[in-house]
């Protein structure tokens, strides 16, 4: 029986930062400065700090500008309101990244929505999502973004095929589904209360996975053939005290049905990081009236 491809997504991440790196070097030749990435990070969540060294990381690598701003669990949100409202002003800020989730006292959505739109590379304000619907340009969020490559890269031309995204968070799946039916797939958006959720990704050509729940959805559930992208991330035992990383889908038993799957850790994860910096650099061209690089 044939096993699925294996989708390097740490591959394709590799490249993606390369042709960032060298977008940012004729950029910094044209606008005679960096692009600049501003994170802001409130408290000191184990993961979130992880999240933020990587990213700061990556930028700098990538030849860009790192902002980070560590602010104390107890910042209200007045505080860090004031601390977006002067990365918006700064002219060396292209991209405004908040880390969620932020402590209790703060509302997210407030804090989303002070962030100026076309600096918002995450892709979470209201005027981005709006933009995403209604097929404008804008920021997308960029794990969906990442997973929509590495499909393309896959799959060449996406339309008329059926692709069910499991998960409806604002993060990544209702702009999965926004991205796929711009590709012209056949969407259907399933969930954790979704009835008969294994017939529902039985009929599907693509199944993007993004609902958190560790290995919870069996290879019986595919379509043979179909291309699987592993959006979780999901810490699970691993006996004599260790754990490991696995993902919504239960990958040993999708790789003898799948024609293609994401692997968890090494999928869709680095898209992530490599799509922020694509994004960054984007926001700095348009800021700075610079042709964004067609290889991105």
């Known amino acids: 029986m044939s096993q699925a491809a294996i989708i390097d997504g740490a591959g394709f991440a590799a490249g993606l930062r390369a042709r960032v790196a060298l977008g940012v070097a004729e950029f910094q030749v044209q606008a005679g400065r960096a692009p600049g990435l501003a994170v802001v990070l409130v408290g000191e969540d184990p993961a979130s700090q992880v999240y933020v060294r990587a990213k700061g990381k990556a930028t700098l690598e990538a030849g860009m500008l790192s902002f980070e701003h560590k602010l104390p669990v107890e910042t209200s949100e007045a505080e860090l309101l004031a601390v977006v409202q002067r990365l918006n002003a700064d002219p060396s800020v292209d991209g405004i990244l908040v880390q969620l989730p932020l402590p209790k006292q703060i509302d997210e959505q407030a804090v989303i929505a002070a962030i100026d739109p076309d600096k918002d590379v995450d892709g979470f304000h209201p005027v981005n999502a709006g933009r995403l619907a209604s097929g404008l340009d804008g920021f997308v969020p960029c794990t969906p973004l990442g997973c929509l490559m590495l499909l393309k890269h896959r799959l060449g031309d996406l339309s008329g095929l ?20 711009r590709e012209s797939c056949t969407v259907t958006v399933a969930h954790s209360r979704t009835r008969d959720l294994p017939d529902v990704v039985r009929r599907a050509d693509i199944v993007v996975a993004a609902v958190g729940r560790p290995l919870m959805i069996k290879g019986e559930w595919l379509k043979p053939g179909a291309t699987v992208i592993d959006v979780g991330i999901n810490r699970v035992d691993a006996g004599v005290g260790k754990t490991r990383l696995v993902g919504d889908v239960d990958f040993e038993s999708a790789l003898p049905v799948a024609a293609a799957i994401t692997p968890v850790p090494k999928g869709v994860g680095p898209m992530t990081i490599a799509v922020l910096l694509r994004n960054t650099l984007v926001s700095a061209c348009r800021r700075e009236g610079v042709e964004v690089p067609s290889a991105l």
Not at 162 to 181: E, Y
């Open 162 to 181: 059926d692709a069910v995204v499991i998960g409806r968070s604002n993060i990544v799946g209702k702009p999965m589904a926004q991205l796929l039916i």
